[in-house]
């Protein structure tokens, strides 16, 4: 029988984890489950209100310390934006987001690795980047043949 996503997805949980010297809980597997279904960048605030329908006695507390540990883990990325909440992001491919200043969606935008490339050999001679963080801000309003997206 072949592997399910969310059986190869737990797979790569556990994996990690172990090899951070920690183990999968269900609360992690369930946070990380949760960042796998709905990519739209939620907040630990949204995180803990998914994650509450399935283990109703989680804290809000936990929520943070799970998001904490898979971001360490290098399983999530965490976005942030001036003066917002983080918000978290499972895909794990360079990309850049766009942020939506009227909704507050935040959408993954793949880039040209050649871009990437374009950028990280603007740094200074003798430096190296381990990431790239480009972030376009705006909005979709006014703009012919756009639809409107909302978190």
Known sequence: MPETSTQTSSAALNQRLAN?????TPQR????????NKRDHPTADEVFGRVKTDLPGISLATVYNCLETLVQCGLVRAV?????????????????????EETGATLDVDLPPALLADLKSALPPGFDASAV???????AAGVPG??????
């Open 133 to 139: 963080e480009v972030t376009f801000r705006g909005s």
């Open 20 to 24: 951070s010297g920690l183990r999968a």
């Open 146 to 151: 756009t639809q409107r997206f909302s978190p």
């Open 29 to 36: 597997e369930l946070v990380y489950q949760v960042l796998l």
């Open 80 to 100: 942030n934006f001036e003066r917002t909440s983080t918000r978290y992001c499972p895909n794990l491919t360079p990309h850049a987001h766009f942020h939506d």
